[in-house]
């Protein structure tokens, strides 16, 4: 058989075209199958463009108050403990004045606020630095509402989140999770996390889309206070307003959104909106 | 033509693809899947019926729980709408394993042990598939079959 080079180059050019069409239908009918179907937010979710949260450190009065916050955290999201630092996983967690926020302190501060233990968690930043080094998108800001996520399903534990955060904010399954937590004390409600992947606070977003405040927030008495940091008049930007507050690390330029509220005194009265 | 050893040859061809077949040919008209449709009928009668269709279900529903997952994890929308219309939150671990579970009341009150036949695990293991959901997602109790 002759075929000049004409010929060949028409025959060519048509089985090209016939094979790119002929996918793109066939994987377009595929897709409809699903597409069809229709994903909404809860009813009850809470709404918020900035979540942020203000931690008044004068109403954290006992050890046992900050015993209880990190429990209630800890227990609802099924953080396992290996009573040994090295493998510690933590979601919220206490440290010095001088660790939480250094190059702040100086010799003749109080002691009461040298030596007091300060609630720690993720500081959900507005430019968060994990989130520019995840080499697999699974740490993510979420664009509806500010929180710092991580899609467990997605994280290969290249550790690059845990190098980057300034706060230490995140933690590294070295074992598995499972072995670090009493059968019994389980929520069965809620996944565990497997070895070899990283975590931290996801600010209850699953509270959240239940309408719930975060499980810390409920615990705390009303030392910690949870809200839109977007909305001027909700109940955080009036107390921000009206107190002096500190972040962590500012000087870092990642935004932080957890406020700590240092000698307040009392706020008991949030102030109204002139 | 002369095939040099021709029968010989032959006569080996003709035990290879016999053996080759033979678990095929033995499993001929047996299904090891009992495939019921009338249990889907007698169960939607009862009440009981997946977020979808079983016949979409079967093949698709690991794409479902990819689209659900993507859906709560980076957008926060938890409420699937059915086709039926109907809505669901999406959670694999909080309305999936609702029914597809070992403890499913409904199913035992009957059957001694229909639930876990219909659980991930009993078809799975048969189409040799190891998804590590479990990993993470707590299950209900659930025996290897």
């Known amino acids: 058989m002759s075929m000049n080079r004409r010929d060949f180059l028409k025959i060519a050019g048509i089985s090209t075209i016939a094979g790119i069409g002929g996918t793109a239908i066939v994987g377009g009918l595929q897709k409809g199958v699903i597409e069809a179907a229709q994903t909404a937010p809860d009813t009850d979710t809470l709404t918020g463009k900035k979540w942020g949260m203000a931690i008044d450190m004068d109403k954290i009065k006992s050890e046992e108050t900050l015993k209880r916050v990190t429990e209630a955290c800890h227990r609802i999201h099924n953080v396992p403990d290996f009573s040994n630092t090295k493998d510690e996983v933590k979601w919220i967690w206490t440290e010095t004045f001088e660790h939480s926020f250094p190059g702040q302190e100086h010799q003749f501060m109080p002691d009461a606020i040298k030596h007091k233990p300060f609630l720690l968690l993720c500081n959900h930043c507005d430019k968060p630095a994990c989130v520019r080094v995840c080499p697999t998108k699974a740490t993510f800001k979420r664009k509806d509402d500010g929180i710092v996520m991580q899609d467990m399903h997605r994280c290969i534990g290249c550790r690059f989140c845990m190098a980057a955060c300034p706060f230490g904010a995140r933690s590294f399954n070295y074992r598995d999770p499972r072995t670090g937590l009493k059968p019994e004390e389980i929520n069965l409600d809620y996944p565990t996390r497997t070895k070899g992947v990283v975590e931290k606070c996801t600010f209850c977003r699953e509270r959240l889309a239940k309408g719930l405040q975060p499980a810390c927030v409920e615990a705390s008495n009303g030392a910690l206070v949870f809200g839109d940091l977007n909305d001027p008049t909700s109940e955080i930007r009036r107390i921000l307003a009206s107190k002096y507050t500190i972040r962590r690390k500012p000087e870092l330029g990642t935004e932080p959104n957890i406020y700590y509220i240092i000698g307040g005194s009392d706020y008991a009265v949030v102030p109204e909106i002139k | ?145």
Request: glycine share 6%; aromatic share 8%; hydrophobic share 35%.
């Open chain 2, 1 to 145: 033509m002369k095939i040099y050893g021709g029968g010989k040859i032959f006569v080996g061809l003709i035990i290879f693809i016999g053996l080759a077949t033979s678990p095929f040919l033995f499993n001929i008209g047996k299904s090891s899947i009992v495939r019921d449709t009338k249990a889907a009928e007698i169960m939607q009668s009862m009440g009981l019926q997946c977020v979808e269709k079983k016949a979409f279900m079967l093949p698709n529903h690991m794409r479902l729980l990819d689209k659900w997952r993507d859906s709560v994890v980076r957008k926060g929308n938890r409420l699937y709408k059915a086709s039926d219309g109907k809505e669901y939150e999406m959670s694999l671990q909080n309305t999936c394993l609702n029914c597809h579970s070992e403890k499913n009341e409904t199913c035992n009150a009957c059957h001694s042990n229909m639930a876990r036949k219909h659980t991930c695990n009993g078809c799975h293991n048969y189409m040799a598939v190891n998804p590590y959901c479990w990993d993470c997602h707590i299950k209900p109790k659930e025996t290897k079959s």
